[in-house]
């Protein structure tokens, strides 16, 4: 059965400082993989996606993923924190079938300091 | 196209009581999923709807229920609602074939 575990409930970096956040899944077939964002009191928005094309995949804000099967991981960056990235970060994984449920993980809080 | 809509936004409701929380998906998407988050759980699958017909369910009660309309519309419904119960609920429609999730706002819900 697909999962997904993402290390580290709370992350807080620097304002300027890289963001790391870490997501490692398993799947029982080739998967698609997500990375959603959730500001306060929002829903869940689409941060980049993995479909099987490139690895490194580019997102919104910039952000970007990069896919590394011999890992099982799925880790997000940015090269520079700003302080509006603040909020709650899911990595997700797709069902074995299109018929079946996303998987999220637990999400990873982050926190940018001034 | 017009985003997932979720309605009402905020509901405060007492111990004991049910509630009935709408979500209307993006036009052409016929799935519908529903969530429940708290703070101390995370996020948590409720069910899962496509065509009218429930496809997934999470391990919730059977307090918890759902249905979908013709138009993919969906309501979920909590009868006797618990403290416990106080939560974010949201709802994330997509497309056939397409695994990629739009969430709606979602429903604070308060049960006192």
């Known amino acids: 059965a697909q999962s997904v575990t993402q290390l580290g409930s709370h992350v807080s970096v620097s304002e300027g400082a890289l963001v790391l956040l870490r997501c490692n899944y398993s799947?029982?077939?080739?998967?698609?993989l997500f990375w959603y964002v959730q500001y306060p009191n929002q829903g869940l928005q689409l941060l980049l996606k993995?479909?099987?094309?490139?690895?490194l995949v580019k997102g919104i804000n910039g952000f970007e993923a990069e896919f590394k099967k011999s890992e099982t991981s799925f880790h997000l960056t940015k090269p520079s924190a700003h302080m509006s990235d603040a909020a709650e970060y899911f990595c997700?994984?797709?069902?074995?079938?299109?018929?079946?449920?996303?998987?999220f993980g637990p999400g990873t809080s982050l926190s940018v300091i001034p | 196209k017009a985003g997932v809509t979720q309605t009402p936004r905020y509901l405060i409701k007492t111990r004991g009581q049910q509630v009935t929380l709408s979500c209307s998906p993006i036009?052409?998407?016929?799935?519908v999923s529903w969530y429940q988050q708290t703070p101390g759980q995370g996020l948590q699958f409720l069910f899962e709807?496509?065509?009218?017909?429930?496809?997934n369910k999470g391990n919730f009660p059977g307090r918890f229920s759902g249905r979908q309309f013709s138009n993919s519309r969906s309501e979920m419904n909590v009868s006797t609602l618990e403290l416990g119960d106080s939560a974010l609920y949201l709802c994330?429609?997509?497309?056939?074939?397409?695994?990629?999730?739009?969430f709606g706002p979602g429903t604070r819900l308060t049960v006192t």
């Open positions: 993995y479909t099987s094309a490139a690895t």
């Open positions: 036009s052409g998407h016929r799935s």
């Open positions: 994330a429609s997509h497309n056939t074939g397409s695994y990629e999730q739009y």
């Open positions: 997700a994984v797709s069902g074995e079938t299109s018929y079946d449920k996303v998987i």
């Open positions: 709807y496509f065509s009218e017909t429930q496809r």
């Open positions: 799947s029982s077939v080739p998967p698609y």
